[in-house]
């Protein structure tokens, strides 16, 4: 079955520090793989997808993610933190034939001065 | 395209009293997801539909909840009698069978006073 592990529910950096948010999954082919952002009262919205090719994309804001499949993971990066990037961020796979996308459970992001 | 539109934004309502979300998805998107998101239980997936059908609905939490989406371009979902615990920001999202990627609408908050 399909799963993703985000394994921090909480991080917090400093404005211009570099972040690194940790997604790995399970699945059972090629994944197509997605992170999406939910700012406080807004609804998800997509940074970027994975479905083949080159393994690092780059998403919208300046963010970036890696697809390493010996180590199952889609971890996402930006090299400088601003304050507005603060929020929630889903890691999701899929989708199989006729499934749903499976999200994480999600990593809270909180930007200090 | 608007994105997925869902009425109302906000829903105050008190306990036993009906309430219906609605959800107009993307033109041309084979599938309708409906979410739920608290803070105790993260973000849930109720039911989805394929061209119109209903698929899984196993995330329904009882009877007292029910989707229909009569058309395309158009789903709701209906709970009654509602409760406290039906408190809760639910969204709606659609995708095509071809992009993968599901976009979400911006939410209903629902508050069951």
């Known amino acids: 079955a399909q799963s993703v592990t985000q394994p921090d529910i909480h991080i917090t950096v400093s404005e211009g520090a570099s972040l690194e948010l940790r997604c790995n999954y399970s699945y059972g082919a090629t994944p197509y793989l997605f992170w999406y952002v939910q700012s406080p009262g807004q609804g998800l919205q997509l940074l970027l997808k994975?479905?083949?090719?080159?393994?690092l994309v780059q998403g919208i804001k300046g963010f970036e993610a890696e697809f390493k499949r010996s180590q199952s993971s889609f971890n996402l990066r930006k090299p400088s933190v601003h304050w507005s990037d603060a929020a929630e961020y889903f890691c999701?796979?899929?989708?199989?034939?006729?499934?749903?996308?499976?999200f994480g459970k999600g990593t809270r992001l909180s930007v200090i001065a | 395209d608007a994105g997925v539109i869902q009425s109302p934004r906000h829903e105050v309502t008190e306990m036993g009293q009906e309430v219906t979300l609605r959800c107009k998805p993307i033109s041309g998107h084979d599938y309708l997801f409906w979410y739920r998101q608290t803070m105790m239980r993260g973000l849930e997936l109720l039911i989805y539909f394929n061209n119109n059908v209903p698929i899984d609905d196993s995330g329904m939490p009882e009877d007292r909840f029910s989707a229909k989406m009569p058309n395309a371009s158009f789903s709701t979902l209906k709970i009654q009698p509602s409760e406290p615990r039906d408190s809760a920001v639910y969204f709606c999202?659609?995708?095509?069978?071809?992009?993968?990627?599901?976009?979400f609408g911006p939410g209903t908050r629902l508050t069951v006073l």
């Open positions: 999701a796979v899929g989708p199989s034939g006729n499934t749903p996308l499976v």
């Open positions: 999202a659609s995708r095509s069978q071809v992009e993968g990627e599901q976009f």
């Open positions: 994975y479905f083949s090719g080159d393994t």
